[in-house]
């Protein structure tokens, strides 16, 4: 009786494993050894209310960084490309980095970063290719990166010398290491991936690209799949530490196949769904901004109210609920506070967590 209990307990308990740890292929990738996870995995859910942080700003706000004090709000409609706020003391300070082709000025601002010594800020310029370094107050430029050999995107720093980034026009390489020169590119892969080199490139770099983001003491780096729903987590030297695949089994991509193969750019159809939208981390968190909604969807597919959160060995930590849809945040752990950008009344709101 003993042995027969035993034998059922193993059996379910190697049952578990197999569908926590396994396969998953599609027509695009095989998956291998990946920690599968789904919503209702979240034991842990709080459900969270906004506060609207200036309602005397106006604008078009589209990304947002937090560091120390100040929240850095690029905005899509002026000619001055970045807001600032004193979130410690409630006050907008004006904007800063002028928009246009001058030496002190950038086409568009894509992703703002700090500093290592977190003294000043980075702005890249995905049109022109540029990263410029300004001093916190955006008003003196500091330094400025050129960086014409690559498709850069979402560029940071992991050391003095040495920054990670994503690249457009890549999807075997996850991420990019390259020394501060650009005489030294060194790509990052993921043993755990393999994928489908049958379909156009064009196809797969879109299917396959990624949000990343680094640990505030650049030991990890993390992806969030913007069409595949997958969190990866590597060492800052590019070894994968951690695969996580979820919320959806099988989550398919889904495109206009004709239009897309005539114009040799992905248009996406109806049935095209958004995985990751946005990714932030702590020293002790990951929080990724989950869409899961299809192009045809009521409201925006690339926006959300799921944030899930993670630590930094993959262990499923805690889902939060928001009370509005959000498509870009940065988390302040000093106040336990998420700010965010609520797309459609163009508001920076900000949730107590």
């Avoid at 248009?267 to 990714?279: D, Q, V």
């Avoid at 869409?291 to 993959?314: A, C, P, V």
């Amino acid at each position: 009786m003993f042995m027969k209990n035993n034998c059922t307990f193993n059996f379910y308990w190697l049952l578990s494993i197999f569908l926590l740890f396994g396969c998953e292929s599609t027509d695009f990738i095989k998956i291998t050894d990946a920690y599968f996870f789904n919503d209702k995995s979240f034991q842990d859910v709080q459900y969270l209310t906004s506060n609207i942080v200036n309602d005397t700003f106006i604008g078009n706000p589209v990304r947002l960084t937090q560091i120390d004090s100040i929240l850095y709000v690029v905005d899509a409609s002026l000619d001055i490309l970045v807001h600032k706020f004193d979130i410690k003391n409630n006050l907008y300070k004006g904007l800063g980095i002028r928009k246009g082709n001058g030496p002190n000025e950038l086409l568009s601002v894509g992703h703002i970063t700090p500093s290592i010594d977190n003294n000043s800020v980075w702005a890249h310029d995905i049109t022109s290719r540029q990263w410029m370094q300004c001093d916190r107050e955006l008003n003196t430029v500091i330094d400025k990166i050129r960086l014409s050999n690559i498709r850069v995107n979402e560029p940071q720093w992991i050391s003095d010398s040495l920054f990670v980034c994503l690249d457009f026009s890549s999807y075997k390489e996850r991420f990019y290491l390259i020394n501060r020169d650009l005489t030294n590119i060194t790509p990052v892969f993921n043993p755990q991936f393999s994928f489908n080199d049958n379909y156009p490139q064009f196809l797969l770099n879109d299917i396959f690209s990624s949000h990343i983001d680094v640990r505030p003491d650049k030991r990890k780096v993390v992806l969030a799949g913007r069409y595949l729903d997958c969190i990866e987590i590597y060492d800052s030297d590019g070894s994968l530490t951690k695969l996580l695949k979820g919320p959806e089994k099988d989550f398919h991509f889904h495109y206009n196949r004709s239009r897309s193969y005539a114009r040799g750019t992905v248009i996406k159809s109806p049935e095209s769904r958004r995985a990751y939208i946005c990714l932030r981390c702590t020293s002790d968190r990951i929080y990724a901004l989950y869409s899961g909604k299809q192009r045809m969807d009521e409201s925006d597919y690339s926006t959300s109210n799921l944030i899930y959160t993670f630590d930094w060995q993959g262990k499923l930590l805690k889902k939060y609920v928001l009370d509005c849809l959000i498509s870009e945040f940065d988390v302040d752990t000093s106040t336990q506070t998420i700010y965010a950008v609520q797309d459609i009344d163009s508001y920076i709101v900000s949730f107590k967590y």
